[in-house]
């Protein structure tokens, strides 16, 4: 059974920073391709970023980019997403997933863990 567990989300303030953490079991980890998606308040599934299983070839959505990091662990089987000078609009809850269609418009993953909430705390 596959389980993804977020964690590190909270109250931030615009231009602070935040740590997030998933930690996954019931499947191959250092096999999949892993992603960060998001929703904002009202609106759909968004991708943030992504990780080949090696950690190699990373990408990133044009709006996150040069300000989140994604990265992983494969002997803890965690991924992270470091997100720096967070902005109004980072505020969201965030989901770590694996098996993501990042074409399809909200993007659509077929595994996808219970979330982590940022908020803006301004």
């Known amino acids: 059974q596959v389980k993804l567990v977020e964690s590190g989300g909270g109250l931030v303030q615009p231009g602070g920073s935040l740590r997030l953490s998933c930690a996954t079991s019931?499947?191959?980890?250092?096999?999949?391709?892993m992603y960060w998606v998001r929703q904002a308040p009202g609106k759909g599934l968004e991708w943030v970023s992504r990780?080949?299983?090696?950690?190699?070839?990373?990408a990133y959505a044009d709006s996150v980019k040069g300000r989140f990091t994604i990265s992983r662990d494969n002997v803890k089987n965690t991924l992270y997403l470091q997100m720096n000078s967070l902005k109004s609009e980072d505020t969201g809850i965030y989901f770590c997933?694996?098996?993501?269609?990042?074409?399809?418009?909200?993007?659509?993953?077929?595994?996808r863990g219970q979330g982590t909430q940022v908020i803006d705390s301004s």
């Open positions: 990780i080949n299983s090696r950690g190699g070839i990373t």
């Open positions: 019931g499947f191959t980890f250092s096999s999949a391709w």
């Open positions: 997933a694996t098996h993501c269609d990042t074409s399809a418009q909200p993007v659509v993953c077929a595994y």
